[in-house]
């Protein structure tokens, strides 16, 4: 049974796992639902997250002031990362539970903006069609990896993204998600708007026959953490008023970059917030 917040009309809502990030300083809460929606809500929309995880997550704190509901689940999806000279290894501990068409309110079906954003395959991707008036968003990391039995996470190839790529009006992805420069090609000829991010080195935005490329803005980064989130919800929001990518692409960069200048979300937001209101 879902546990809900109060109910209404959503601008921006998120599906996928909040979730537990194991770090040498302690547990620190992750997943996009939980950043990306702190950054709707600064960027003033009316913010919900549907999830799933233990009802007694402290974590769930991170997500005070958002309208959210919550499937129960025995376990809290946990991920612990190693930096290593040879790059990131990334271990999975535990899943909560799947997210399906069913648990979706119905309320919420009207949002005007919808952000899959899986991060351990928890979404099932049919849930795309309960919302045949939204914008849909699609940050599909969480479909592209797999884990052994030791939950050492690896990248795959996701069979559904041949179907799915083309429900949805916006996939954004980034140079981690491809496996080879071919799948870049397909998933640019399934896909309405596809945005390929490459953190300070800008984005690509594949539209129709074009591929453009859109520039970042040099900033003195002091914490990259929640960068990407902070993009993918920049374009969205751009988007759903304006209809360009190349601008919402732009804005995106924008946002972005200026996030990765504080530390903390508290003091990202406030960065944020200011930038917005003298952005043109």
Same mark, same amino acid.
């Given at each position: ?26 547990? @620190? ?19 919900? @997250? ?47 539970? +799947? ?14 903006? /919808? ?7 928890? @979404? ?70 596809? @945005? ?63 996030? /990765?200048? +504080? ?18």
């Amino acid at each position: 049974m879902l546990e809900f917040t109060a109910m209404g009309q959503i601008d921006y809502l998120l599906i996928g796992h909040i979730t537990r990030d194991l770090t040498p300083e302690g547990d @620190v809460v992750g997943g996009t639902v939980a950043y990306s929606g702190r950054i709707g809500q600064a960027l003033g929309l009316k913010t919900a @997250v549907l999830t799933s995880c233990q009802p007694d997550y402290p974590g769930l704190q991170a997500l005070a002031g958002l309208e959210t509901a919550v499937v129960p689940a025995e376990e809290t999806t946990t991920f612990q990362n190693v930096y290593t000279p040879d790059g990131r290894e990334q271990t999975i501990y535990g899943v909560a539970n +799947r997210i399906a068409a069913q648990d979706v309110p119905a309320a919420w079906k009207e949002a005007k903006i /919808v952000h899959l954003a899986p991060v351990a395959d928890e @979404v099932d991707p049919e849930i795309m069609r309960q919302f045949p008036g939204s914008l849909i968003g699609m940050t599909p990391q969480g479909w592209m990896r797999q884990w052994d039995e030791n939950g050492r996470i690896s990248p795959k190839e996701w069979p559904g993204a041949e179907k799915y790529f083309g429900l949805a009006d916006i996939v954004i992805i980034s140079q981690e998600d491809l496996l080879s420069t071919d799948m870049l090609f397909q998933y640019w000829a399934w896909s309405n708007i596809l @945005v390929l991010t490459g953190g300070i080195k800008g984005c690509i935005v594949f539209y129709g026959d074009k591929a453009q490329y859109v520039p970042t803005i040099p900033v003195e980064e002091v914490d990259a953490t929640g960068a990407g989130d902070t993009f993918a919800t920049a374009f969205l929001f751009w988007y759903d008023q304006t209809g360009d990518p190349v601008k919402s692409a732009r804005f995106a960069n924008t946002m972005a970059s200026h996030s /990765v200048t +504080r530390s903390g979300i508290d003091n990202v937001i406030k960065k944020l917030k200011k930038k917005l209101k003298t952005y043109k």
